[in-house]
């Protein structure tokens, strides 16, 4: 049974079976927010995890949602600014002091503390670390000297670092009574005086040593090491190949600056994957918290260029419009063809931009994939020859029209999976985002070669007839 407080707030879990936010749970918020009741907000808000708490802030209006802020005060739980929309986020952030945002940061790690501090203002920014102890305020301004989307912004720059000639029952007192030391770890790494890194050790490994054993005698060579530089795609995919829970985190001197661990992972897989998506739509990096405004800027550049394409594709069949006044059927049937190579574009350059992002798809094995690529485009040219070829048949009553438009459907399948694969490889080869740019020009080759292919075949067959 669940149990309800005086307040009519369930204890259960806040999403319904949809994983929204539950409308009772939200309403009663709201109330308590229009009544300014801070013992009401601080009972049922406060307990919420992170991650809660940034779905609340998202399912509540942009008023309803600074209040709650304003009302939590120096309860509200800073990481989950990092759970919300850029938007939404900015829009919480511009409306605190920034005396509330240095003691808010001070609580959170170090990754968390850049992840909100990297959006801010340059002035903002500055004023926000002055406030905060020197070796957080170092750490933190060195974390942001990289670059955007790189391992050392999503690296924690909180990490526990022993010598090698320490014994295990030294670390585990340091890791006990040690100030300033993560919260949560798996790994103990091992360090020269300079800071290079020598080894690391398991959590598990410790637990099993002699208390007097010596360090440098249980730990292992680091595994594979990521480079502060390092975009944080290719730090994921070194985590996904390994099987890692952490890594060390190092500049190039190959001295130990911070480490990387799999909740950051998971982030980024999450957002890379959802970038792609967005990217190949042609919709860039919008927010559904975006305003107008923005999402039409967003969305403006690829449909502009979706219409250049169309206005090409359009004029191949202004080329063959006499044809297509002799005989309507073509004008009903073209867009058959240009559709039917349209989706088998799509399917392949959906499956190439994938792989080229997760490194599945390189230059050793690029040929044997094109081969089946074509192969498949081939194969489902000549089905699809088959199906679409008796159906203009027994529309019009025409055998010639079928074997025309069965021909075309062949041409413009096989194309459509060159296409699909063959372009997203040549933009990612001449280093363009193939996500971004691909969708349109795969449209373009099919529609193209599809209305070519239909109407030029038409018109050169029923020119002999």
Same mark, same amino acid.
């Given at each position: ?9 369930s204890? %259960? !879990? ?26 009401? &907000?601080?009972?049922? =808000? ?33 990481? *989950?600014?990092? #759970?919300? /929309? ?9 409306q ?8 808010g ?10 992840? &909100?501090?990297?959006?801010? /203002? ?5 004023e ?29 720059t ?11 029952? #030294? ?8 100030e #300033? ?10 360090? !020269? ?5 020598l080894?690391s050790?398991d ?5 099993? *040593?002699?208390?007097?054993?010596? =360090?440098e ?6 595994s ?9 795609e ?12 952490? *890594? ?5 001197n ?12 998971v982030d980024? &897989? ?12 042609g ?10 405004i ?10 502009? =260029?979706?219409?250049?394409?169309? &206005?090409?594709?359009?004029s ?6 006499? %044809? ?22 799509? #399917? ?17 094995? $690029? ?16 089905l699809? *020859? ?6 203009? =048949?027994?529309w ?8 025309v ?9 096989? %194309? $459509? %999976? ?28 099919? /529609? ?18």
């Amino acid at each position: 049974m669940t149990m309800t407080d005086e307040d009519g707030i369930s204890d %259960a !879990d806040i999403y319904d079976e949809h994983g929204a936010v539950r409308s009772d749970f939200l309403t009663e918020i709201s109330d308590a927010i229009d009544r300014s009741d801070r013992s009401v &907000i601080e009972r049922h =808000v406060v307990r919420l995890h992170e991650s809660e708490l940034g779905d609340l802030l998202e399912a509540l209006p942009p008023p309803e949602r600074l209040t709650l802020v304003r009302l939590l005060g120096d309860e509200f739980d800073m990481t *989950a600014l990092t #759970q919300v /929309d850029e938007a939404i986020r900015m829009e919480i952030v511009d409306q605190m002091p920034n005396d509330q945002i240095a003691a808010g940061i001070g609580e959170l790690d170090s990754d968390d503390a850049v992840y &909100i501090l990297e959006d801010l /203002d340059q002035e903002d920014r500055d004023e926000i670390l002055s406030q905060l102890p020197f070796t957080e305020r170092v750490r933190l301004r060195r974390a942001l000297e990289y670059p955007e989307q790189s391992a050392g912004r999503r690296m924690q720059t909180e990490f526990i670092a022993v010598p090698p000639f320490w014994t295990v029952g #030294q670390t585990i007192d340091y890791m006990r009574e040690g100030e #300033q030391l993560p919260e949560t770890f798996t790994q103990v790494f091992v360090i !020269d005086p300079s800071f290079k890194l020598l080894g690391s050790i398991d959590l598990d490994r410790i637990l099993r *040593a002699q208390l007097e054993a010596k =360090v440098e005698s249980i730990m292992r060579e680091t595994s594979h090491p990521i480079p502060a530089e390092m975009d944080q795609e290719e730090a994921a995919q070194i985590f996904e190949q390994y099987d890692l829970l952490s *890594a060390a985190v190092v500049d190039e001197n190959q001295r130990l600056v911070g480490v990387l661990t799999i909740d950051d992972v998971v982030d980024v &897989i999450q957002e890379e994957a959802d970038e792609d998506i967005k990217h190949l739509g042609g919709v860039g990096d919008e927010e559904l918290s975006d305003n107008v405004i923005s999402t039409v800027r967003s969305r403006f550049v690829w449909l502009a =260029v979706n219409l250049m394409t169309a &206005i090409l594709a359009s004029s191949i069949i202004d080329v063959f419009d006499g %044809a297509i006044e002799k005989m309507v059927a073509l004008a009903v049937l073209m867009p058959i063809v240009a559709s039917m190579g349209g989706n088998a574009g799509t #399917q392949t350059m959906t499956v190439t931009v994938r792989a080229l992002a997760t490194g599945d798809l390189d230059i050793y094995n $690029a040929f044997r994939v094109v081969r089946r690529e074509a192969s498949v485009g081939l194969f489902n040219g000549i089905l699809f *020859a088959v199906i679409m070829g008796a159906i203009a =048949v027994l529309w019009f009553h025409d055998f010639q029209l079928g074997i025309v438009i069965g021909v075309a459907m062949i041409i413009n399948l096989v %194309a $459509a %999976a060159l296409g699909g694969i063959l372009l997203p490889l040549l933009l990612h080869r001449f280093g363009a985002d193939p996500a971004i740019a691909s969708s349109a020009f795969v449209t373009t080759v099919t /529609d193209c070669t599809g209305y070519l292919a239909f109407l030029g075949l038409a018109t050169w067959w029923f020119a002999l007839r």
